[in-house]
């Protein structure tokens, strides 16, 4: 009787992963069912999610009330076209989160992802100058090593490198400036200061306080808060994407309630559902939706998706959203806030540690090889491997290594996370580094 092929060979016949080389990546870790912060493996192996599934998973995996709302919404509607129909799951969904945003936030347009939520930011913005005569006004400005998706309008935005480099001729122009990080926060307003003297600038997008795949990288509210009163002050849109950082990943339920100046546009995703299902969301102040209405019907916004305001995904976000309003909620956000500030003073003086950056649940340890290295290098996979082999789930990025674990985990299972990065020194200490990449890999 031959044998049959695990679940791994299976999909290693059929699938194409993403971010993976396919030749050289070994097989894909079958996960078959999740528990809290746990993923459990088709042999019974059990993984620590210490990076919650890719940043969505807010309360932990399989969650009864997320599952018994979704099970409920399923047996009512599963879905319904969202071009001049409606339903309660969408409505709620919008009148609860805008209770919770910034103030100036008025609409909600529903989408599919995170990609597609800044698509239709983007859309926005330059229709709104388009229907006020404007159509000048078309030039973004973004942060170098921003990341805000991987459909060409959010790959346009982000940085240039290695992930976008078969696509840079057909990305439109932006304008690049740096991250305002502690110490180089005049020098950036600088920059700024330069770009906005522009007529044509008409956006700025940002990652509000954490520039996630950077590497985590980190900034003060009052710099920005500064940023976006100077771009008020030329009539350049702010858009806020809070894909990553949005429902309470930086310590209050969004990064921007941290700011004295509001966006004009927020872009949401990830954790909106909890990690349940695929959903997207951007919501915009009054004035940007009031430039639409027109008894002109090409000043619409002609953007749509098949599964736009799916009721499923609505009911996921409307569970998710329940439960991490709850004061239990935020005393769990407390807590891993409160360990990872610990860990970060046990760990940031000792020898092959570069830096230790903290906000919210969010930490993320810089480590020190002797030189910089890339997304690809070597370390980044010994880190990887060192996780797996630890029955840890953590993606690295190059010589950083980030803990962004669902708000139900336990004080004992974050030690168990701490314990990993503190033996990935060892790796480190022990590095050689490889010979360079080509230089477009670390543009």
């Not at 008025?106 to 597609?116: E, K, L, Q, W």
């Not at 808060?225 to 994407?241: F, K, N, P, S, Y």
């Not at 927020?266 to 102040?285: P, R």
């Not at 996979?381 to 690295?396: G, K, S, T, W």
């Amino acid at each position: 009787m031959p044998e049959l092929p695990s679940l791994s060979e299976r999909d290693h016949a059929v699938v194409w992963h993403p971010y993976t080389q396919m030749q050289t990546a070994p097989l894909a870790v079958p996960i078959v069912r999740g528990e809290g912060s746990w993923l459990l493996a088709e042999d019974g192996t059990r993984y620590l999610d210490g990076i919650s599934s890719w940043w969505v998973n807010l309360h932990g995996h399989a969650h009864p009330h997320i599952a018994a709302r979704v099970s409920e919404q399923l047996r009512t509607l599963e879905h319904v076209l969202f071009a001049g129909f409606t339903h309660p799951a969408a409505v709620e969904l919008a009148e609860q989160l805008l209770e919770i945003l910034p103030t100036n936030q008025a609409r909600v347009f529903y989408s599919d992802n995170g990609s597609t939520a800044v698509e239709v930011a983007l859309k926005m913005v330059l229709q709104y100058f388009h229907n006020l005569g404007q159509p000048e006004r078309r030039t973004f400005l973004c942060f170098r090593d921003s990341y805000h998706g991987d459909t060409f309008g959010a790959m346009a935005v982000s940085s240039r490198g290695a992930f976008t480099q078969p696509f840079w001729p057909l990305l439109f122009d932006v304008e690049f400036i740096d991250v305002p990080v502690p110490g180089r926060e005049a020098e950036v307003l600088a920059q700024l200061d330069a770009v906005l003297q522009r007529p044509d600038v008409a956006g700025f997008i940002f990652e509000p306080l954490v520039l996630g795949t950077a590497g985590m990288v980190m900034y003060s509210p009052e710099v920005l808060t500064e940023m976006l009163r100077r771009c008020h002050q030329r009539g350049v849109l702010c858009i806020a994407d809070e894909v990553m950082t949005g429902f309470g990943r930086t310590g209050p339920l969004f990064a921007s309630s941290l700011l004295q100046e509001q966006p004009d546009i927020m872009c949401f995703s990830k954790g909106l559902t909890g990690g349940t299902l695929a959903m997207g969301l951007t919501t915009c102040a009054a004035p940007i939706y009031d430039a639409f209405l027109s008894d002109d019907k090409m000043r619409a916004l002609f953007h749509g998706h098949s599964y736009t305001a799916n009721p499923v995904a609505c009911a996921a976000a409307l569970a998710s959203l329940e439960l991490t309003r709850t004061d239990d909620c935020t005393r769990q956000r407390q807590r891993i806030e409160a360990a990872h500030a610990a860990f970060r003073q046990e760990i940031e003086a000792l020898p092959g540690i570069r830096q230790v950056r903290h906000r919210g649940t969010i930490l993320a340890v810089e480590y020190d090889p002797g030189e910089g290295t890339s997304y690809f290098s070597r370390l980044r996979d010994a880190f990887y491997q060192m996780a797996l082999d630890n029955h840890i789930v953590l993606r690295p990025l190059g010589n950083v290594v980030y803990l962004l674990p669902p708000y139900c985990t336990t004080s004992e299972e974050l030690e168990l996370l701490y314990a990993v990065l503190l033996r990935m020194r060892d790796v480190v200490l022990n590095f050689e580094p490889a010979p360079t990449l080509p230089e477009y890999l670390h543009d």
